[in-house]
């Protein structure tokens, strides 16, 4: 069966240091990978999305950029943080047989 | 005006009750509509996907989607305290779209 594992859990990271956020993906191959956003209290903004290695679509301009080193392996990275970068990450995948699949995320605060 | 539109709540009913959750669009070229549920700090979980207009049951669980509308929305039947979550709606245009969410419902289900 397909898992998707998403780390860290938490992080405390001040302003200015860099990030960087794994996601992977386990029992599928060639999956679509997306990163999510989710503010308190708010829906879920996609943010980057992909359909294969390299392959990566951003949809909000802002602080941060993806990357996809491996078919099943999705990254979210900044090189300087700001406050506005705080809040609650997802990952998430599908292929062309299922609904989207969430991990658990990494509740991200910048102080 | 967003493209999904979704009363943020939050909805406090007792246990035993049928709770209607709901969601509005904009855009009629939608053709996919899911349901997630997200308990606090964890990431959403698929609970009903429902494909066009129509009526979808899944034990105490029933979509609807009303495309001439625009209005899909999820009713919980004998609701349960384990019930208490935030429900998101989502939908896509097609089958390899992008999944665009609702803000999110929050429902309290009091024993």
């Known amino acids: 069966s397909q898992t998707i594992h998403q780390w860290p859990a938490t992080l405390v990271q001040p302003v200015g240091s860099p990030l960087s956020l794994e996601c992977t993906v386990e029992g599928t191959s060639n999956p679509n990978l997306y990163w999510y956003r989710q503010a308190a209290g708010r829906g879920l903004q996609l943010l980057f999305y992909s359909v294969g290695i390299g392959q990566i679509s951003s949809e909000v301009p802002q602080n941060l950029s993806a990357s996809r080193p491996q078919d099943r392996q999705f990254i979210l990275s900044s090189k300087k943080l700001l406050l506005s970068d705080s809040g609650f990450y997802l990952c998430?995948?599908?292929?062309?047989?299922?609904?989207?699949?969430f991990g658990q995320g990494t509740r991200l605060t910048v102080v | 005006q967003k493209e999904v539109e979704q009363d943020p709540g939050p909805l406090s009913v007792p246990e035993g009750a049928i709770v209607s959750l709901n969601c509005t669009y904009s855009n009629s070229v939608f053709q996919y509509f899911m349901w997630y549920r997200q308990y606090s700090r964890k990431g959403p979980e698929l609970l009903m996907y429902?494909?066009?207009?129509g009526n979808k049951e899944d034990g105490r669980f029933t979509a609807q989607v009303d495309k001439s509308s625009k209005y899909i929305s999820l009713f919980i039947r004998d609701s349960q305290p384990s019930d208490s979550a935030t429900y998101l709606c989502?939908?896509?245009?097609?089958?390899?779209?992008?999944?665009?969410f609702g803000q999110g419902t929050e429902l309290s289900v009091k024993p």
């Open positions: 429902t494909y066009s207009s």
């Open positions: 989502a939908m896509r245009f097609n089958q390899g779209g992008k999944l665009i």
């Open positions: 998430a995948w599908r292929d062309g047989y299922t609904e989207a699949f």
